[in-house]
């Protein structure tokens, strides 16, 4: 079954954002296409499923500068590069910063719809990642600084009598303090913490 989604389509050539975007508009898809890289930054907003159809070969900013400046801003919109001429470092280049697929002019429409798919798949599946990891944030934030401290320390594998020490309390008031952490964090037991926070980023600052 289709991935509902967004195609943006930034593409210098007139005539190819037109064919494209009626060609995916007629399989069901929404569309925006820009003349340049700047168009597409001034107005882009990745707030839905969606992927970005790029040409490499563009004047003023090329696609491999659009997509540095999309991972600076911390965008990782799937990204399909389209060409008729490229180096291959600029292919390599491309893939190394996460791009999904590169496909040479003229491709076919198929081609081009299986890593549209692709694309919004993954787009998905990081939007999914980012709720969860917001979720865990917030519980996160409701532990006290010393349930923190213990979280953290029951994330690395150690036992209380480990955290005891290092903590210089009683294992007796860690187990205290474990238990308020499974409580907080909604969860029964260690295995489902560590389940939970796969993934998740403590702060540089955790004492």
Not at 3 to 18: S, T
Not at 186 to 191: E, G, I, K, M, Y
């Amino acid at each position: 079954m289709k991935a509902i989604g967004h195609v943006f389509i930034v593409d210098d050539d007139a005539e190819i954002r037109l064919h494209l975007g009626n060609l995916l508009r007629h399989v069901g898809y929404s569309v925006s296409d820009f003349g340049s890289a700047k168009e597409f930054l001034a107005s882009y907003s990745n707030s839905g499923a969606s992927v970005l159809v790029l040409d490499m070969r563009m004047p003023i900013m090329s696609g491999l500068d659009l997509q540095k400046s999309l991972r600076a801003k911390g965008s990782d919109i799937p990204i399909i590069y389209i060409s008729g001429e490229s180096r291959s470092q600029e292919i390599i280049d491309a893939m190394k910063d996460g791009a999904i697929d590169f496909l040479w002019k003229p491709f076919s429409h198929t081609q081009l719809v299986e890593a549209i798919e692709k694309g919004l798949n993954i787009d998905a599946q990081h939007h999914k990642s980012r709720k969860h990891y917001k979720h865990v944030e917030a519980m996160y934030e409701t532990l006290s600084r010393r349930e923190k401290s213990i979280f953290a320390l029951m994330l690395l594998g150690h036992g209380n009598k480990d955290i005891a020490a290092k903590l210089s309390v009683m294992p007796d008031t860690v187990k205290k303090y474990r238990a308020q952490v499974f409580e907080k964090m909604q969860v029964d037991n260690l295995p489902a913490l560590l389940d939970l926070c796969k993934g998740f980023e403590l702060p540089a600052d955790i004492d």
